[in-house]
């Protein structure tokens, strides 16, 4: 049994400067967060305090009406929660997370229906915290580090041709998470997919809008060790990867602004997956079938 307590205060600002086709965007927030526990029942007390500065710099180039070129540094912080620290053993010293991230990219929009972006990044964690659910406490894995790709695109087709009302959009995201520090360096941080994807048609007809769409990630490992075979507790093991397809009408009532109905479909081809939980709740969780609903706002 514990009481806890917080103290939290940030204080931030920003800045965009414009000078011609630039757009630079300076800032810098300060986090000030004291976070404490008192077991009831030992007495024992312990307190974790951060004092953390998190610049960033963003900075975009308008190459032409349409094209964009950016670049970001930007910094982040998250302080230790309070599961956290009442599950904590004495003599574990919790860190918070913090984390370092470059990106550039570049971004187009037409003004007639067509956008397109595309952003490289790195992302750097320092102390990144994971749950031991054999041991039912958190540790810091020390540092992790993330790069990938993520792109996305949307097209709507011309409102006099044929196919007027039809749009698509795509997404696609690649990342690399890896351990850096340990006797487990270079593998892979659990719980991450190196491939998602998102696809989707829409099809609007007066009042009524249609859309399929498809989700998709790959492959998840459970663990540190990135344990290929499942284990009798369904704990450790690969996460297959997996596509989900969904489709939805929606109807917008043309005498009444802001009242919609819509009826759709979750996992049509009601494909079965799941996913893995080393909590105290440990073992396999089943992804929902297939499901029918109605909405109304």
């Keep these: 049994q ?66 964009t070129l950016f670049g970001n540094y930007t910094t982040s912080f998250a302080s230790i929660q309070h599961l956290q620290l009442n599950l904590n053993p004495l003599g574990n010293p919790l860190q918070p997370e913090t984390a370092k991230t470059v990106e550039a990219g570049v971004r187009w929009n037409n003004g007639a229906g067509t956008t397109a972006e595309a952003t490289v990044f790195d992302m750097r964690f320092d102390n990144q915290l994971q749950f031991i659910g054999a041991s039912n406490y958190w540790v810091n894995l020390g540092e992790t580090r993330h790069q990938g790709v993520e792109t996305s695109a949307s097209y709507a087709f011309d409102k006099s041709g044929l196919l007027r009302g039809l749009s698509a959009y795509a997404t696609l995201t690649y990342t690399k998470a890896t351990l850096k520090q340990g006797a487990l360096a270079g593998n892979d941080v659990p719980f991450y997919s190196r491939w998602t994807d998102a696809l989707g048609l829409r099809y609007a007809l007066g009042a009524w809008d249609f859309e399929v769409s498809s989700t998709h990630q790959s492959n998840q490992y459970a663990d540190d060790a990135n344990t290929q075979a499942e284990n009798a507790a369904g704990t450790v093991g690969v996460i297959p990867g997996f596509r989900l397809w969904n489709v939805q009408a929606r109807w917008k009532m043309p005498s009444k602004p802001g009242v919609e109905l819509a009826l759709g479909m979750n996992n049509v081809t009601d494909e079965r997956y799941f996913t893995r939980t080393t909590d105290t709740n440990a073992g396999k969780l089943v992804g929902a079938p297939r499901t029918v609903f109605v909405q109304g706002q």
Excluded: C, H, M
């Design 2 to 67: 514990s009481d806890n307590s917080t103290d939290a205060y940030a204080y931030y600002v920003d800045d965009q400067i414009a000078v011609g086709n630039w757009r630079v965007t300076p800032g810098l927030r300060f986090e000030d967060v004291e976070i404490g526990r008192l077991n009831t029942l030992t007495g024992y007390r312990e307190t974790v305090k951060s004092d953390e500065p998190l610049p960033s710099l963003n900075v975009a180039y308008l190459l032409s009406p349409a094209l």
